[in-house]
């Protein structure tokens, strides 16, 4: 990084810091922020919120610093919370109490129980030696194992089974036609034939697969929207917090 960039860097740093502690200073002495654990609480998020949204403009120090900030915060909670809700009872507090078992071979059943799990913890970190990496691949082989049986069951009862399961309802009920399963068996029928290519799509193949089409089309534009939507939220959120809760523009 050449010294221009640092001294632009630094300048950039020095004007943010400054206009946010004019603006603060206004607020404060105006009376609209409180000064106090929930002020600078405020004070900290209007700073955090404004320097993430910069990156709107490009890439800069003050995004950085924010970006920087968030993945080291978000660690340091990660890392407590898998301390006291994993490692402190699954680990140190089951040792601890194997002697409050009644049998021997409650113990050797309950250190077995514990032991293989924490070696298998531990020994991911042998990818900090070279020399014993390949001793990580364990760990991984047996996470993959035990997550691919345990996901492969329930993705195809919640992706596979309830998503056909509405296709094979009648289409004819004591009040006649059930248009809702209608059209889920013409929009499953047609979408599936856009995806059949061992017959050319051509006459009434082509038809249904271009009908799929537009079935597929409009799933993506709902899930585009319904995402677009979600982002906006919470846009909106942060932009009410700003002016509402840091400069009270908004009543």
């Known amino acids: 990084m050449s010294t221009s960039t640092i001294k632009k860097d630094s300048i950039i740093i020095v004007i943010f810091f400054a206009i946010l502690i004019i603006i603060n200073g206004i607020l404060l002495g105006t009376g609209s922020l409180k000064w106090g654990w929930d002020g600078i609480g405020i004070m900290v998020a209007a700073a955090l919120t404004i320097a993430l949204y910069s990156f709107l403009y490009k890439d800069n120090p003050i995004f950085k610093i924010a970006e920087h ?6 660690t340091a909670y990660l890392f407590i919370v898998t301390w006291y809700n994993v490692i402190l009872p699954d680990v140190i507090f089951a040792f601890r109490d194997l002697g ?3 049998s021997n071979w409650a113990i050797l059943g309950k250190t077995i129980s ?4 924490t070696i298998l913890g531990l020994l991911v970190y042998t990818r900090l030696v070279p020399k014993f990496s390949w001793l990580s691949r364990i760990t991984f082989a047996a996470l993959i194992g035990f997550g691919a049986g345990f996901t492969i069951p329930n993705y195809i009862n919640s992706h596979i ?3 056909a399961q509405p296709t094979m309802v009648a289409l004819w ?4 036609i059930q248009w809702g399963a209608l059209l889920i068996f013409i929009v499953v029928i047609s979408t599936l034939v856009y995806f059949f290519f061992s017959v050319e799509h051509k006459g009434p193949v082509g038809w249904t697969a271009k009908l799929g089409i537009w079935f597929l089309m409009v799933s993506f534009g709902a899930s585009f929207g319904y995402t677009v939507m979600a982002r906006i939220s919470l846009l909106i959120g942060r932009v009410n917090f700003l002016f509402s809760d840091w400069i009270p523009l908004i009543k």
Not at 114 to 117: A, Q
Request: aromatic share 4%; hydrophobic share 40%; proline share 5%.
């Open 69 to 74: 900030l968030y993945v080291g915060l978000a």
């Open 100 to 102: 409050n078992e009644t």
């Open 114 to 117: 514990v032991s293989i799990p």
């Open 161 to 163: 089974l309830k998503q």
């Open 173 to 176: 009920g004591a009040g006649g």
